[in-house]
């Protein structure tokens, strides 16, 4: 486990390192809350596009093989716009490509991290859940807090140095997965590409609890990207915060994160799957609606911690049921089917929030709470009616 982790963390700060410096040297370039949206949409569109074939990837392929072309072909896109930057042309279509093409490469990363993890860790839900608590921690403390403050306060001095940084964690990430074991999936490779795809999908369907979770963790997503895109000229607009400062806010998200990883076996245990994905939603939208009514940047810090902390108990929750629901012939396929379907509407979400903030840049997260709600009160007879799964 520890050479992936390692990959993971490599990984996971450059993609931090990226995500960050895509909208804020967006920002740098022009004040369009329209074009800072339009690259937050393209980093989204993978996850709908590319996770269905990542999912049947992941497993037919080698893990170590998959995460070297991952982070090979996110290296070289971040090192060729470090250079186009540095020459003055980080236009906002060359930002939203580059965000288009490492977030591809980011969604084979994260799928084949999910289906690696049973097959590396010892047997019981224990251990599996504490791996997946700590597969989460460093990738959002990758993502979301070491990346973010690392990215920002670069971008602040020199936009291309950024990019040239984040491509250096991107490839250490690929030399490094040369070190994982050989691990092969179990699908069958006669099987034709259409219908390994259609399987996955046709499973998830018919399985009631995942279905309705993966719903609710859709909504979840959806209101996540209405504000996200945005959030670095929320920051630097109402709340009057340099770039930097920006970048520390925004890891306040990753701070609440890290807080919640060592707790998340312990609630699920005493909360069960349905209290806490409900408790979730009911913590989020109370967030978001915070977000949107204070001036405070120590509240909205807190707000951001909030949601955070309760998206790591979520993604642990639905991850592990995942893993212990499907059959080890699908898990790739499945984990790949309900990623596409909780982040379909992501891009359409993204490209909504920057509409809505071109009237206010407030508007926003108050439809993400709004739509948080709604979504789970609707789903909640669904989920209540769910037999909960045995946890050991």
Known sequence: MAMLYAVATAGAVGDGIAMIALP????????????????GAAGLLPAVGIQPLAGMWADRWPARHLMQIAAGVRAAALAATAVAVLAGHGTPPLLAITALITASGRVVHAITLQTAVPLTTRS?????????????????????????????AIVAAAPAAAFAAAAGCCAAAAGL???????????????????????????????????????????????????????PLYATGPLGLSPAEAGALIAAFAVGAITATPLAHHVRTRAGDRGLLLGVGVIQATAWTTMSLTISTAVTAIALAAIGASATLANNTLTSLRQTHAPPLLLGRVVATGRTITAAAAPAAALAGGTLATTSLRTPPLA?????????????????????????
């Open 24 to 39: 804020l040297a967006t920002a740098v370039a022009t004040r369009d809350p329209a074009a800072t949206a339009l690259v």
């Open 124 to 152: 019981g839900h224990d251990a599996r859940d504490l791996a997946n608590a700590r597969v989460h921690a460093i990738d959002i403390g990758g993502n979301l807090l070491a990346g973010p403050l690392l990215g920002a």
């Open 177 to 231: 997965a040369t070190g994982l074991p050989r691990h092969h999936g179990p699908a069958d490779g006669a099987v034709r590409q259409r219908w390994a795809m259609v399987a996955g999908l046709r499973w998830l369907a018919h399985h009631r609890l995942l279905r309705t979770t993966t719903l609710l963790a859709g909504a979840s997503t959806v209101a996540y990207s209405i504000t996200w895109p945005i959030l």
């Open 368 to 392: 993400s709470a709004a739509l948080l709600a709604l979504a789970t009160a609707a789903l909640a007879p669904a989920l209540l009616r769910t037999q909960r799964p045995p946890i050991e």
